[in-house]
């Protein structure tokens, strides 16, 4: 008798210390609301030994700049007990215009990334990649034609919330994807209410199974619960979360911590790049400039002996987790335009407005875009039989740089958007 009193709590005591509680506040409007995802994030995790807790702010058709102006919003975020803040746009408002999405959109996600940040230096915010309408967006289209389709719409969607997470060191839950995913490979599944706008039950089914994924971490194909879906549907979804969720998280900026090192920098000329470091709750710093030296420093001033493409690193201790974060970093003087005989790519047109179109005679691997200032912006690249074709669309006028590799050499080459 002891004997199984014993086993049973030890069982009971390896469960308790393999359940994982996270606090989330959910900030969106009905694409949330609609079958209350929150709730069906949290019994998922029940039935998988996990405990969500969370608080919602889902008034239909609210945007992040309608959030960032609700007192009630801000005043919940600053209780600062948050693990996750997770922020969605209006369904519509990323396909739009990249001018009009830099003036609506994105102030509002830094403004409640930075609150977010502010009031518990250990959360972090989600961004909730939403999707294309069914069959695009007819009520802008006639007046903006990239929205016209569910694939026009859904890449622009898909560019705005990788760009919203990178420039504000977020994490994506990237729900559109999986759609995209279940779409192409299981066309008879209707992700969509009859509006062909907001989701279906089996829609929000495989938003709650993407988001568990990247909130607990776990193997979405361990699941017990599957809701009101057949278990044949319910593995289907789970099996296209863990291909394109689980099995990739850097890609989503998912860390095993869920604490991210952060820096900024200035160029100040000749070489001299003052670095800034962002992390906050930091206690140790170690920075290694790429160019063999280092400092432990937390806001250090390097000069390069040349120009070029750098790797800066920086490694901190915050929150109890060390995380590093690394920057491509152009220094100023680099001369950006190869010689004929080296230059193994050809990029036209360039300037460009839309799109510029990559060729080369060579293999060549692309390795990153960055602005004039070197802050890596997001990019999609389309394979084609001479090259690629890389969209410029989402991206503001200005001077870029491709950095790219042929051989063992590597590459910058100036891009020019109109």
Known sequence: MKKTLLFLFLIAFSFIL??????????????????????LIQSIAASNGDVLEHHSHTPGGSTLQDHAGNPDVTST?????WDYVVLQEQSQLPSFPYSQVQ?????????????????NACGNVIFYMTWGR????GTVCPGWPSVCTYQGMDDLIYARYMEMAMNNEGIISPVGKVWRTIREQNPAIELYDQD???PSYIGSMAAAYTFYTIIFKKDPTQIPFNGNLSPVQAQLVKDIVKTEVYDQFSKWYVTSDDVHSRFTYQMNGAGTVQFTNSTQNATNYSWNFGDGTTSTLENPTHTYATGGNYNVKLTTDACGATTAKTKLVVVS????EETAIENPIQIYPNPAQNLVNITSKKKIEILSLTDASGRMV?????KTDSGYILPLQHLSSGVYFLQYKAGEKEFTKKIIKK
């Open 103 to 119: 003036n609506e959109v994105y102030p509002f996600a830094l403004q409640l990334s930075n609150l977010v940040k502010n009031a």
């Open 77 to 81: 975020i600053n209780q600062g007990n």
């Open 134 to 137: 069914k069959n695009g967006d």
């Open 196 to 198: 062909q706008s907001h």
């Open 18 to 39: 393999s359940q994982t509680t996270k606090r989330v506040f959910f900030i969106g409007n009905s694409y949330t609301y609609v079958n209350d995802l929150p709730n």
């Open 378 to 382: 997001h990019y999609r690249l389309s």
């Open 333 to 336: 003087t680099l001369n950006t």
